[in-house]
């Protein structure tokens, strides 16, 4: 069963770091670019970040340009995602999941597929 399993979320103050994980199992993620996404109560989901298959290629959003940074771990089938000086509005429910091609396009939702379950993000002081 292909799945993906997020971990690496917590409470954190403002001005701090986390690293999310995104585990693949069930499949080898060597082939897909990942998608990082996250919701916020009462939000919509949106991208964050993208990662090609090699990793050489990656995309993010415009407000965590410059303070996220994702990665990946082929031969562990995991991919990271480096997260600095957070602010609160980064809060949210931080989901990974498999782009439909190689590369990084966009962000939209629906060129994704195996959502992970997420894991919950929490900028506060």
């Known amino acids: 069963q292909l799945q993906f399993v997020e971990s690496g979320g917590g409470l954190v103050q403002p001005g701090g770091s986390l690293r999310l994980s995104c585990a693949g199992s069930g499949f080898t993620m060597d082939y897909y670019a990942i998608g990082w996404f996250r919701q916020a109560p009462g939000k919509e989901r949106e991208g964050v970040s993208c990662?090609?298959?090699?990793?050489?290629?990656?995309i993010y959003r415009d407000s965590v340009k410059g303070r996220f940074t994702a990665s990946r771990d082929n031969a562990k089938n995991t991919v990271y995602l480096q997260m600095n000086n957070l602010k609160p509005e980064d809060t949210a429910v931080y989901f990974c999941?498999?782009?439909?091609?190689?590369?990084?396009?966009?962000?939209?939702?629906?060129?994704?597929?195996?959502w992970g379950q997420g894991t919950q993000v929490t900028v506060s002081s």
């Open positions: 990662i090609s298959a090699s990793g050489g290629g990656t």
């Open positions: 999941a498999a782009g439909v091609s190689n590369f990084c396009t966009d962000f939209d939702p629906h060129e994704y597929n195996y």
